[in-house]
């Protein structure tokens, strides 16, 4: 794709100094579908905010029987690690807040949830032990803190669980954490009516990552590869730059009143249907108009104060896409 890059070119004032804490984000994407040849899809509608992705399909089966296919929405696969994780809900199954229709009408879901750890699927080791499956939540960690000592070393062993070492002012004491993944996909069977169209739509909460502070175009970090990444991942072009550098110079320091959000979509999750997308619409928005936005795109127009335009006929996704957006930090 060529590249295109967005940006509110504003005037920068000085911020204070804060601390550039990070989170990170879990790349989601639309639904999947199970290969079939009679059913094509005429158009996806896609929206992506921080607040809220939505994703409206018009599908048609060609052919002329009524066809049944398994529809499946998986879940970014989450971790407990050191450092946060952005989930938006804690809610231990239903991670994202997960909703979709058809022809307008709800659809109740079956959901799976498979526990793994050193590749090898313990789902069942965790259930017989009455230990709760989300890692990244506290339930999991207290349960697991609850078995006997005995159990302790088998955790580690399957590579379930670490034992890590604490102090609050009662000694040092030791407590296991979990060390597995945890996989959730929610799962139907959807009918397409023969010679039909059907609306498929959902709506989901996304895994927004963030710093407190934009390292971006900092002098320290130009020399480093993830900042050459970046560069490349978001398609940051010169202007977000030169935006950065103004402020920087008027603060006379690397602080800019900038923080990062981060969104990662997986435009390729089900390119199982009959030939290409036919219309593909994407928007994208900002939030706040003197924010700044940097994607990889090509048509990309202006089609409101905060939200970005791209189309394409007979599209074929083959990727993810990235969105990052440079939130200006509110005076205290």
């Keep these: ?36 040849d009679d059913i094509e899809m005429r158009a996806e509608d896609l929206f992506i905010s921080t607040s809220e992705v939505r994703v409206r399909y018009r599908f ?70 009455n230990i709760p499956l989300a890692p990244h939540l506290r339930p999991a960690e207290q349960a697991l803190d609850r078995l006997p000592h005995g159990k302790w ?54 895994s927004v990552g963030s710093s407190v502070m934009t390292s971006l175009g900092a002098a320290y970090a130009k020399a480093e590869a ?4 970046m560069l490349r991942k978001y398609c940051v072009e010169r202007d977000i730059l030169n935006s950065l550098d103004r402020s920087r110079r008027a603060s006379k320091s690397d602080d800019v009143p900038f923080g990062e959000e981060r969104i990662e979509y997986i435009l390729k999750t089900g390119a199982n249907w009959s030939g290409p997308i036919k219309d593909f619409r994407l928007v994208v928005d900002k939030g706040r108009t003197d924010n700044l936005i940097s994607f990889c795109g090509d048509g990309v127009k202006k089609i409101g104060p905060t939200q970005f335009e791209m189309r394409k006929t007979n599209f074929v996704p083959d990727g993810n896409f990235a969105v990052l957006i440079l939130n200006r930090r509110q005076p205290r």
């Design 226 to 229: 993830w900042h050459t990444e």
């Design 153 to 206: 070393d088998e955790l580690v062993r399957v590579g379930l669980a670490e034992i890590e070492e604490s102090d609050f002012g009662k000694g040092p004491e030791k407590h296991p954490v979990p060390r597995w993944s945890l996989r959730t996909t929610f799962h139907w069977q959807q009918r397409f009516p023969a010679q039909k169209e059907m609306v498929v739509e959902h709506r989901y909460k996304p």
């Design 1 to 36: 794709m060529r590249k295109v890059a967005i940006a509110l070119l504003a005037s920068l004032a000085a911020m204070p100094a804060h601390a550039n804490d990070s989170t990170a984000e879990l790349a989601t994407g639309g639904l999947v579908f199970v290969r079939n």
């Design 60 to 129: 048609f089966n060609k052919s002329p029987n009524d066809v049944t296919v398994l529809v499946a929405f998986p879940m970014p696969e989450v971790k407990r690690e050191e450092s946060d994780i952005a989930l938006p809900s804690d809610d231990p199954v239903n991670l994202l807040a997960f909703v979709t229709h058809a022809d307008g009408k709800p659809v109740q879901a079956d959901v799976e949830q498979r526990v793994f750890a050193n590749g090898i699927d313990r789902t069942q080791f965790l259930r017989d032990l």
